[in-house]
């Protein structure tokens, strides 16, 4: 069969999506990435075909994005209160559905919608697989008759906040019932031969690599994955080679902290120099900018812009990181306790929050950072063997979870179930050309 991975320009959203691709191509389907130019560099490395379409978004240029996520300590999504989202009233779903879509998801799909539509309706692809704000896969998938499904990068936030707003969109009187993200999908739908339906929002099932112990939204078909950790080009240096000598410990905060947000959350010197007189050798990932505005360096510290962290992860004793879905599953694979700083974006904190509560990591909120705290709860990390057990379990379960490989057969069934069910016309307006699934 034909699969369309779909992401827009975020890489390291795609970058979770890259082992299932692998897994598609080996077992003989055609696979291709279609994706913003941007991104386009990124995906041909990691081996898949790339198909450019549309233009690049401008998400990281919009007022919105630098006065929520940059200038502000704020979530820029909602506010995940202890709750989340069972915390979040009618007004601040429907005050929350306005903003993001005006700022975000319109803007990153917009630019590329109608592009990915006409690729679709070419190459007719049996199932088309999208990263959960790509929407316009879910509305190119639609347009051409493809099964179409969600691939996760973390906890399913949007499904969990949409199961919540469908909830209190039915106890609303007519007049309320407000859906901004229903009526914008269902614009662009039928813009191209289409019409709204759920499914736009959450596609036909769901791919996770998260573990059922940090929660799914409860109507929802998830086909579990297990995590396979990508991190895009890796060479092991000669060092990682070798066994430690110290307890060593991974210092990682992120990616999209400095390339999109132009900083860290908390202070890298205020870390370096809390764990600076501990008998540890620490590992710390710091890009060239961030590293020259270092005033020092302790001794038991090694300053690395990039390491491959699946080839680090099983050398150390413990991990201090963002909450980034990618370190946090690097980590938890290999069974590492983890001390997780979360801000208050997105994902970080819900992720953060679960496997604390599970005795399965530690937390401190990113705004809550003190040296004295950091250095005590990796003291804690590296000396309970109860926080050990609990990664270990964490570990237990995720590697119990189907290997990519292993899941292309039900992807095979579901696609089976639900290809067909679009206008599946050609881009000249003529009779479908549908395949057989093959």
Known sequence: MRVLLVSYAEKTHFLSMVPLGWALRTAGHEVRVATQPELADAVADTGLTVVPVGRDHTLYRHREWARRFGEEEGSGFFDMGESWPDDLTWQDLTWGYREVVSWWWRTVNGPMVDDLTDFCLRWEPDLVLWEPGTFAGAVAAQASGAAHARVLWSVDLFGWMRERFLRLLAEQPPGRREDVLARWLGAQAERLGGRFEEELTRGHFTVTHMPASLGRADGLHYVPMRYVPYNGRAVVP?????????????????????ERLGRYAVSMQGLLDALGDLDVEVVATVPPRQRAELASV?????LVSFVPLHALMPTCSAVIDHGGPGTVCTAAVHGVPQLILPRRLLDDRLV?????????????PSDDVTEETTRDHLLRLLGEPDLRRGAERL?????????????????????ALHRGGGAARPADGGPSR???VS
């Not at 302790?298 to 090694?302: G, H, L, S, V």
């Not at 119990?400 to 490989?405: K, L, T, V």
């Not at 899941?407 to 069934?413: N, P, Q």
């Open 238 to 258: 000669e060092w990682l080679r070798l066994p430690p000598e110290r307890p060593r410990v991974c210092l990682s905060l992120g990616l999209s902290a400095t």
């Open 298 to 302: 302790p001794p038991n510290t090694r």
């Open 352 to 364: 953060a929050r679960g496997l604390a509560d599970q005795g399965m990591a530690l937390m401190i």
């Open 395 to 415: 570990r237990d379960e995720m590697t119990a979870m189907p290997a990519p490989n292993d899941v292309v057969a039900e992807l095979e069934r579901l696609t």
């Open 434 to 436: 549908r395949r057989a």
